[in-house]
């Protein structure tokens, strides 16, 4: 693999920047990485363990001169930082992101952007419960898909080289228009999430049943869900906020359809139960061959440890 | 180890029943294993594996001069078989369950056992979401909560001897009574499973976003909840029927804190958002802490293969 972009810049330094980092490294992608971070912990963490070959203390003095600059903020802090380093950007350069919502972000970034720089607004779709600068690892994009959404107009040699990366990162990439992408995500990212958080929420808020229970009892399946409802609380407001509209149309149905299993368990009707539940297994069936997950039992998590908790 | 029954008859031979005969093996808890299923594929399958030391065509010769029976089968399979199985029952003989319901079971099963034996029900809160004979190991129970939910009355020397067994199997034995089992199974597992199912299967209708969709770019999150949306149908069909109350119970605050969330969404109130999605986090570290789950980022999956699905 050979170098396809001669500086990056990544603004902020989480689970992805971090992954982009380790995963530029493994294939020799960037000619040098810069990096920074509005955090002067993370911008230390970050350089007590080498993750970019340098750290600026400005997104501005981070941008100067790279051919691609990458935002890897949560959602709500874009605008103000495409803002900061609008005026540092060189010409001809790249701009992405690596955001969870697209058409907002392409709302508002784009209009602080010069003509001369390419935004070319990205997703990789993949993450980790586990959030900052340490939590990073190369192989955290391999086969799992990036999606593009290049607005009209833009070039398509932008477009190409930034795929190109994340190939060189282990990705599949696809395009799709901004709106198509929020209500794929509302579906498969968003709306689980909220469910998650919720149905945490509730365990820990209930008088009758302990959260020492709870937690003892979680392995019966409500354990699935801590985890990705451990996910950063910053990052999950923002998606929400700024993809109002497809998580509340993707919420709608399934408030519908939990009421109306909720109406089967009342009524004692079996048979719509059963029925719904044989159907919901080929899903599983079709992501496991699609390699976007695990066959082995229980996600393959390593089996318990025979001396217990103390 | 030593022997704690001499004979132990397993009705029903999938996930748990054969996780129970690999365990017992492992820690030589049982004289001798004899299994029964109503399914000629499955006895065939069980024999083929060598699971049990004896596979029985009918539930009333597996039970005939055994000190444990156990009932694995589904829920709404426990009266019938409790039925069949009483004339056959040794005197002194203990009777169990593994059922995820326990009032219904209790009172489903209680009235056909003779005086002469001990009846304890039980649960061990373990499992995968595959099922059939193939798919048990001696692991499962392994630092996992076996719940005993014995009725007033029962010998306490006959529960203690149960509880033994369980330990031997790796499992962390409580007691309590049955009315609240349901209540904490149904936050812990039944909730959760319903509303996975809901998830995967509005995924499933969308017009608007494709099978395909979100099956490739469910590593965002979707994905977690389709492992236990794939477990037994006829399982959960009678968990649900038979846990109604406290389901519904619980099913109604998961919907009204959905609601909540729902509203701070559509008014923008990223305030209740963020203190919500930081008070959920809490409870996953309690859950590592106390062993029920792995820290390993994404559950510890194995990295993505690099070369992809074809």
Redesign the interface.
Same mark, same amino acid.
Request: no cysteine; net charge neutral.
């Given at each position: 693999m050979s170098v396809i972009y001669d500086r990056v810049a990544l603004i902020g330094l989480g689970l992805i920047a971090g992954s982009m980092a380790h995963a530029m490294r493994r294939a020799g992608l960037a000619g040098e990485i810069v990096g920074t971070a509005r955090s002067a912990e993370t911008r230390a963490v970050a350089a007590e363990i080498n993750l970019c070959d340098r750290i600026t203390e400005t997104a501005a003095e981070a941008v100067a001169g790279a051919d691609l600059v990458v935002l890897a903020v949560p959602v709500?802090a874009m605008a103000a930082v495409a803002a900061e380093v609008a005026p540092h950007l060189a010409p001809g350069a790249t701009v992405t992101d690596v955001g969870?919502v697209k058409r907002e972000i392409i709302e508002a970034v784009g209009p602080h952007l010069p003509d001369a720089v390419h935004f070319v607004p990205g997703h990789p779709?993949?993450?980790?419960?586990?959030s900052g600068p340490r939590?990073g690892f190369a192989?955290l994009f +391999?086969? /799992?898909?990036t999606?593009l959404t290049p607005v009209e107009g833009t070039d398509p040699g932008a477009t190409a080289k930034l795929r190109a990366l994340w190939e060189g990162c282990?990705a599949?990439v696809?395009e799709m228009d901004a709106e198509h992408h929020d209500?794929?995500?509302a579906?498969?990212?968003?709306?689980?999430?909220?469910?998650?958080? $919720?149905?945490?929420?509730?365990?820990? +808020?209930?008088r009758?049943?302990t959260?020492?229970?709870?937690?003892?009892?979680?392995?019966?399946? @409500? &354990?699935?869900?801590? &985890? #990705?409802?451990?996910?950063d609380? %910053?990052m999950? /407001?923002?998606v929400? =906020?700024s993809n109002?509209e497809a998580? =509340?149309e993707?919420?709608g *149905?399934? $408030?519908e359809? =939990?009421f109306a299993?909720?109406r089967a #368990?009342?009524t004692?009707d079996?048979d719509h139960?059963?029925d719904? @539940?044989?159907?919901? &297994?080929? #899903?599983? *069936?079709?992501?496991i061959?699609?390699?976007?997950? %695990?066959d082995?039992?229980?996600?393959? &998590?390593?089996?318990?440890?025979? +001396?217990?908790?103390s």
């Open positions: 709500g969870s779709l993949a993450g980790t419960e586990h939590s192989e +391999d086969n /799992r898909y999606l282990g599949l696809e209500l794929v995500l579906v498969t990212s968003h709306t689980p999430h909220l469910i998650a958080y $919720t149905m945490v929420g509730v365990a820990d +808020d209930l009758r049943v959260d020492s229970e709870v937690i003892k009892y979680s392995a019966a399946g @409500f &354990r699935d869900f801590t &985890r #990705i409802a451990a996910s609380p %910053t999950w /407001r923002d929400f =906020l109002k998580t =509340l993707i919420l *149905r399934f $408030t359809e =939990l299993l909720q #368990i009342r004692g079996g139960l059963h719904y @539940f044989t159907r919901t &297994r080929a #899903i599983r *069936r079709g992501i061959e699609a390699g976007q997950d %695990t082995a039992p229980n996600f393959g &998590r390593e089996p318990a440890k025979k +001396d217990g908790p």
